[in-house]
């Protein structure tokens, strides 16, 4: 590549449009550098809090005049992809802010914790600005490969263990998949460009199996019908903490990618997504019945908010014809999801009182009389998961079935209803323990936390807390953000 | 240069489905690795056919082809890392240990 070359393709628009995820990747050099010298707790933290909250200030300017394509056409910095960073930016905030008081005195190599979890965003915005089959790649790679090591952070535990070598074994085989299908989709039309394949016209028979296999990896990423098998071991053995940042973030970016690539499959697949998302979320549902485990319940009932989310790309497919309206769908459901889920992990984190297990419905029982706050907050994300108006939940899950409505699937969109409804079964079996079970004799004596180390717990609930009414309350201002 | 091109692709396709079939049959951890790394071949190998068939100036395929090596690394020293874990706690590598959680 000759000098005039380079200039062009890292041009000062270029650097502008990367720059929430230069200024990430500097923050966890940083850290490293301060991880050498000094063990104080609040450097630390103020080094991930600056990092997250200058790179969310970049993202924001850069959000007000996105500078579309960049790298030679690779990176799409448009309205989405900053709206999506965003996204990832507050949930890596709150799962961060969770994990703070987490780990109790068990927690060997706190720097390395945090480096791991502050490179996970750069990988996400990677994905969701992708367009180019490579940098996805890469950005699934950046995003994956530390939460492996973070699901199994607590490695003198078995669970973990298990948790962290599960996530990585499939994951890489997932990642396989993805690798031959773009390798089959390189060699049938010779690019890797998503915008050169739009315009590609109709696919062989070997590029229509790579986009198979491609489809398929991403669908194992959001956890979907039938590549959903390893969510809820991954989920219950990680640390909590994890979880919610594995729960949440994976899910929205590899959602933001599977948004741009819709155009892969052809017009006729709109039915078998369908199927395919009606499938997930009954399993979901009807897997989350069935546990006593609040952790694993919540496993399988992200496995069921895929499958609804799904139904916005099968309704693209299908023909609703409003400009962005699957995206909008997508990008509100998923906010509302991330802060929800997150939240509701969250709570679970610290609940757990120095990590040891405390998940089980049981232990919740008649916590509002001891806890009026978290079971309040708790509530809260349980009736939006279950998308009750007033919460962001209900918005979201409105959204996305007024999509597939207007792409003329209505029996879908009234199966997908229908089947929310048996969800509430089970966020209300909660609501019904927080409130009107009396407490276990087991946990009569079990101290709570001071009040202290729950400081950046409690201020990452409030926000979650907040920003799940807001979306329910003010739905036209979000909405008017994600239009513009 | 006188090998057709579809016999690259067949072959990759081999080498992939060989380590499809490892990594759902065989119980030792480390031979799954090896039977992802033969997955993960098989896509560099396809990559390459495909830059060969296509020619011209435009060397996407292997640069892909690099990266994915360079990242086939990171991932085995992650998850021969996770396996050392793994031994630690229960004194094998076989897959049937990792049984406390039932999906």
């Not at chain 1, 990896?217 to 903490?241: C, M, N, Q, R």
């Not at chain 1, 209505?410 to 009396?438: D, F, H, K, N």
């Not at chain 1, 079990?446 to 990452?460: C, D, E, G, N």
């Not at chain 2, 396809?46 to 011209?56: D, E, I, K, P």
Request: charge should be neutral; include cysteine.
């Amino acid at each position: 590549m000759i000098q005039s070359d380079l200039a062009r393709v890292y041009d000062a628009d270029t650097l502008w449009a990367v720059s929430p995820a230069i200024a990430l990747a500097l923050g966890v050099l940083v850290l490293l550098m301060v991880g050498v010298v000094t063990h104080a707790r609040w450097a630390r933290g103020a080094v991930v809090a600056g990092t997250l909250g200058l790179s969310a200030v970049l993202q924001v300017v850069v959000l007000g005049d996105p500078p579309g394509a960049v790298f030679d056409g690779t990176f799409m910095a448009d309205h989405a992809s900053g709206l999506w960073g965003l996204l990832f930016l507050c949930g890596t905030a709150v799962a961060w802010l969770y994990s703070l008081n987490y780990y109790g005195e068990d927690r060997p190599y706190k720097v390395e914790h945090d480096v791991m979890m502050l490179t996970t965003p750069i990988g996400m915005m990677l994905m969701a600005g992708a367009q180019d089959l490579l940098l996805f790649f890469v950005g699934l790679e950046l995003l994956s490969v530390p939460l492996y090591a973070l699901c199994a952070f607590r490695r003198n535990r078995t669970r973990s263990v298990e948790a962290g070598l599960k996530y990585f074994l499939l994951g890489a085989f997932g990642a396989a998949f993805y690798l031959y299908g773009a390798a089959l989709i390189f060699s049938a039309t010779g690019t890797l460009s998503l915008a050169v394949l739009k315009d590609f016209g109709s696919f062989s028979t070997l590029a229509m199996s790579g986009v198979a296999l491609l489809m398929a990896s991403v669908f194992f990423k959001i956890s979907v019908f039938p590549f959903h098998l390893w969510v809820p071991d991954v989920y219950e053995g990680a640390p909590t903490p994890v979880t919610a940042l594995m729960a949440t973030g994976t899910k929205a970016a590899a959602f933001a990618f599977l948004l741009r690539v819709t155009f892969l499959l052809p017009e006729s697949a709109a039915m078998t997504v369908a199927t395919i998302a009606i499938v997930t979320m009954a399993l979901g549902n009807l897997g989350a019945l069935v546990q006593q485990d609040v952790k694993r319940m919540l496993a399988y009932s992200g496995v069921a908010h895929a499958g609804t989310v799904l139904l916005v790309v099968a309704a693209a497919l299908g023909g609703d014809r409003q400009p962005h309206g699957a995206l909008d769908a997508a990008l509100y459901y998923m906010a509302a999801y991330v802060f929800t889920a997150a939240g509701a992990f969250g709570l679970l984190a610290m609940l757990e009182q120095g990590g040891d297990r405390f998940t089980h419905i049981d232990n919740l029982r008649g916590l509002a009389r001891r806890r009026p706050y978290t079971a309040a907050a708790l509530t809260l994300f349980m009736l939006s998961l279950g998308g009750i108006p007033l919460t962001g939940g209900f918005l979201g899950k409105y959204l996305v079935f007024y999509s597939a409505v207007r792409a003329d699937m209505i029996g879908v969109a009234v199966i997908g209803v229908l089947l929310s409804v048996v969800a509430l079964g089970y966020y209300l079996r909660v609501v019904v323990a927080l409130y009107m079970q009396p407490e276990p004799a087991s946990l009569a004596g079990v101290a709570v936390p001071a009040r202290r180390t729950l400081l950046p717990a409690s201020f990452a609930t409030g926000a979650c807390a907040a920003l799940v009414l807001l979306l329910g309350v003010l739905p036209r201002w979000f909405l008017t953000q994600i239009g513009s | 240069m006188n090998v057709p091109n579809e016999h690259m692709l067949y072959l990759a396709a081999a080498l992939f489905a060989i380590g499809v079939l490892g990594f759902v049959v065989r119980r030792n951890v480390i031979v799954v690795l090896m039977s992802i790394e033969l997955m993960l071949n098989a896509a560099n190998l396809t990559f390459l056919a495909g830059a060969r068939a296509h020619g011209g100036p435009d060397v996407s395929g292997p640069v892909f082809a690099l990266f994915v090596i360079v990242i086939a690394a990171v991932e085995a020293a992650v998850g021969l890392a996770l396996v050392i874990a793994l031994f630690r706690l229960k004194r094998t590598v076989e897959s049937d240990a990792l049984v406390e959680m039932k999906g």
